[in-house]
């Protein structure tokens, strides 16, 4: 019985001794995006574990308010640390469920600018804006049409409203009410033309089958970096934009 225990014992410690070299390995050879205790870094390709460090970034409505300010500040720190110049901007209370905390504007740096610009949106969804445009815009832009993108002309974020505004109160609230959705209209590229989802989208606007092309790429790469990612082939109402969020529930369309 003695000797049973002493060899179950010995093999557990060798399953613990591989275990740790396992692990030694993992954390460093595995890409960091992919290892959930490695920090966010915006320069990477987005990976397994990209979605899940964005959103340690959100914060409840119950949440207190040391809890928001810290939870800010580091999502702050996370985006002016790759280039990104942000500021803090202040919480909004519109009343009922339009609610917004951890709010923040980008102002400029290392990003493709918003047209217009000086929006309000909470934290992650400025996160994911970022890895969007280095990770899918601007390499789509370059494969497309040789050119970089320096504008992303969109129709705002904020918005006190339920989803496709509503007066029905079963309606739930939309993402705009919290800031937590962008919505994307065209991209103006460096060489002067700009590609719209509602000329373009068919593949019969200005820029043809390839401007077709170049916004189904965005879509789809925004389908990795968003909760929910809509476009025309979603309904009437979207057959002007891309809307983008960060709602806890996904659907790319």
């Given at each position: 019985m003695q000797r049973d225990?002493?060899?179950?014992?010995?093999?557990?410690?060798?399953?613990?001794?591989a275990l740790c070299a396992g692990?030694?390995?993992?954390?460093?050879?595995?890409?960091p995006q992919d290892l959930p205790w490695k920090p966010l870094d915006l320069n990477r390709p987005i990976g397994q574990a990209t979605a899940a460090k964005v959103a340690d970034f959100s914060?409840?409505?119950?949440?207190?308010?040391?809890?928001?300010?810290?939870?800010?500040?580091?999502?702050i720190q996370t985006l002016r640390d790759a280039g990104v110049e942000v500021r803090r901007a202040e919480d909004i209370d519109g009343g009922g469920f339009c609610q917004v905390r951890n709010a923040v504007v980008i102002t400029?740096?290392?990003?493709?600018?918003?047209?217009?610009?000086?929006?309000?949106?909470?934290?992650?969804?400025?996160?994911?804006y970022v890895i969007w445009d280095r990770q899918v815009l601007r390499p789509s832009a370059e494969a497309a049409y040789g050119s970089a993108p320096v504008a992303v002309n969109n129709f705002g974020t904020y918005s006190c409203r339920r989803i496709y505004g509503s007066e029905d109160q079963n309606d739930r609230p939309s993402e705009h009410a919290r800031a937590n959705a962008l919505d994307v209209?065209?991209?103006?590229?460096?060489?002067?033309?700009?590609?719209?989802?509602?000329?373009?989208?068919?593949?019969?606007?200005p820029q043809g089958v390839e401007g077709a092309g170049?916004?189904?790429?965005?879509?789809?790469?925004?389908?990795?970096?968003?909760?929910?990612?809509?476009s025309p082939d979603?309904?009437?109402?979207?057959?002007?934009?891309?809307?983008?969020?960060?709602?806890?529930?996904?659907?790319?369309?």
């Amino acid at each position: 019985m003695q000797r049973d225990f002493a060899d179950f014992w010995n093999l557990m410690w060798e399953v613990g001794l591989a275990l740790c070299a396992g692990f030694a390995l993992l954390n460093v050879f595995a890409p960091p995006q992919d290892l959930p205790w490695k920090p966010l870094d915006l320069n990477r390709p987005i990976g397994q574990a990209t979605a899940a460090k964005v959103a340690d970034f959100s914060v409840g409505f119950s949440a207190p308010e040391e809890e928001v300010e810290a939870v800010t500040a580091a999502c702050i720190q996370t985006l002016r640390d790759a280039g990104v110049e942000v500021r803090r901007a202040e919480d909004i209370d519109g009343g009922g469920f339009c609610q917004v905390r951890n709010a923040v504007v980008i102002t400029g740096g290392a990003v493709t600018p918003l047209k217009p610009g000086g929006l309000t949106m909470q934290c992650p969804l400025a996160v994911r804006y970022v890895i969007w445009d280095r990770q899918v815009l601007r390499p789509s832009a370059e494969a497309a049409y040789g050119s970089a993108p320096v504008a992303v002309n969109n129709f705002g974020t904020y918005s006190c409203r339920r989803i496709y505004g509503s007066e029905d109160q079963n309606d739930r609230p939309s993402e705009h009410a919290r800031a937590n959705a962008l919505d994307v209209a065209s991209v103006t590229l460096a060489d002067g033309r700009t590609v719209s989802v509602q000329s373009d989208w068919d593949g019969q606007g200005p820029q043809g089958v390839e401007g077709a092309g170049f916004i189904r790429r965005l879509r789809d790469g925004a389908c990795r970096v968003f909760s929910t990612v809509l476009s025309p082939d979603y309904n009437e109402a979207h057959a002007d934009h891309l809307h983008l969020d960060g709602a806890p529930r996904g659907l790319c369309a």
